[in-house]
């Protein structure tokens, strides 16, 4: 056989090879993804070395969450997902592989980890603690570059997360952080709201975000027209 025609047929080989390789390997990435594929289209998430960074800036936790997606007007649910809140970018977790991928967050209308729901506010999203006609109990985090940590001779780069909870009234909005936060913005339900917060031991330090909610909620109640 001509020598050039061989190199010619072994190319051939070759390329179909590798064309078959890689049609298996979009098959089994559409077969693993399935209908969420459009969920999935974005890049692979970085994350955060330990060998560079001192903390991560993730919601509450750096690992995965149950949760679910309403993107571009579907409904995807049984997702594995987690915040990053200076990004501003949601990450789900393909289901065997474990590829961690950015979510294009301009088609996300809303998203729940666990069973805490977020909404949008603005260009970032925000957790939903309590909601009815009058009022919103929400919970931002604003996460930024601190001062840079040195452990053991070495430097690391330094998330300084701050968490912030708002109640929205009337058109006004107010942080609360605290009893005494509360209290100074329902003045007139002030005894029988510290004698509510007493009876359900609520805690505003280590559970300060389900505090809030119970007795704002109950604020809400007691103070219908």
């Given at each position: ?35 969420y ?16 960074y001192?903390?991560h ?27 990053d ?37 603005g ?21 930024t570059?601190?001062n ?78």
């Amino acid at each position: 056989m001509n020598r050039i025609i061989f190199i010619a047929l072994c190319c051939i080989c070759f390329c179909q090879g590798a064309v078959a390789q890689h049609q298996a390997t979009f098959d089994n990435y559409r077969e693993e993804v399935g209908g969420y594929a459009s969920l999935f289209r974005g890049k692979i998430e970085r994350g955060y070395s330990p060998y560079e960074y001192a903390n991560h800036p993730y919601w509450a936790k750096d690992s995965f969450y149950q949760g679910e997606v309403m993107y571009n007007g579907l409904l995807y649910t049984g997702l594995t997902l987690r915040y990053d809140t200076y990004l501003n970018c949601l990450i789900v977790q393909t289901p065997v592989r474990k590829v961690h991928v950015y979510v294009e967050m301009s088609g996300v209308e809303y998203f729940t980890l666990e069973k805490l729901r977020f909404v949008r506010h603005g260009e970032t999203f925000v957790a939903l603690h309590y909601e009815s006609p009058r009022m919103k109990l929400v919970q931002r985090m604003d996460c930024t570059f601190g001062n840079p940590i040195t452990k053991n001779n070495a430097s690391y780069k330094n998330f300084k997360c701050i968490s912030r909870y708002m109640l929205q009234r009337g058109g006004e909005s107010y942080e609360v952080k605290s009893l005494s936060s509360v209290l100074k913005l329902f003045p007139a339900e002030k005894k029988v709201l510290k004698q509510f917060a007493k009876e359900r031991r609520l805690d505003f330090k280590e559970n300060r975000g389900a505090s809030l909610a119970a007795i704002i909620a109950y604020a809400d109640r007691i103070t219908q027209p």
